[in-house]
C-alpha cells in the first residue's frame, strides 16, 4: 500500500522548534514531489513548503519563509519539515502529500495525493 505518514507533531511555546516527519511506504519517496500543507482551524488548507525529487529544488510559503527547511532522506525513504521561530499562527495540522510543481515558477506546489490526506500531524504553538 503506498502511504506518506506525518509525526513529529506536538505542542511548542512561542520560538521554539519542531521537526515534522514524513515516512514513506510501498514506494520510493525520491521519484516525487512532496509538499507539507497546514491547516488552522476554520482555515482552508494551504501549502508550506515543497521538495522536488533530487532535493534540489524548494519553495516555501511568505509565512515559512526563513523559519522552515524542507529536506529528505533518501536512505529513510523520508522527508523532514524543520521548523524554527515558531508562531502561534503556525498552529494547525500538518500533512505531508504527493505534490506537482517543484520546477515551476508558480510560489508553491500543487498536491496531488495519493488517495486520500492522511491524519496528520497536530502542531500547537502556545505559551
Known amino acids: 500500500q503506498l502511504q506518506l505518514v506525518e509525526s513529529g507533531g506536538g505542542l511548542v511555546q512561542p520560538g521554539g522548534s519542531l521537526r515534522l516527519s514524513c515516512a514513506a511506504s510501498?514506494?520510493?519517496?525520491?521519484?516525487?514531489?512532496i509538499a507539507w500543507f497546514r491547516q488552522a482551524p476554520g482555515k482552508a488548507r494551504e501549502g508550506v513548503s515543497c521538495?522536488?525529487?533530487?532535493?534540489?529544488?524548494?519553495k516555501y510559503a511568505e509565512s515559512a519563509k526563513g523559519r522552515f527547511i524542507i529536506s529528505r532522506d533518501k536512505a529513510k525513504n523520508a522527508v523532514y519539515l524543520q521548523m524554527n521561530s515558531l508562531k502561534p499562527e503556525d498552529t494547525g495540522i500538518y500533512y505531508c502529500?504527493?505534490?506537482?510543481?517543484?520546477?515551476?515558477?508558480?510560489?508553491?506546489?500543487?498536491?496531488?495525493?495519493?488517495?486520500?490526506w492522511g491524519q496528520g500531524t497536530q502542531v500547537t504553538v502556545s505559551s
Open positions: 502529500t504527493r505534490a506537482e510543481g517543484a520546477l515551476t515558477l508558480q510560489p508553491m506546489c500543487v498536491a496531488t495525493p495519493l488517495g486520500s
Open positions: 510501498g514506494f520510493s519517496s525520491d521519484v516525487l514531489t
Open positions: 521538495i522536488s525529487p533530487t532535493g534540489s529544488r524548494t
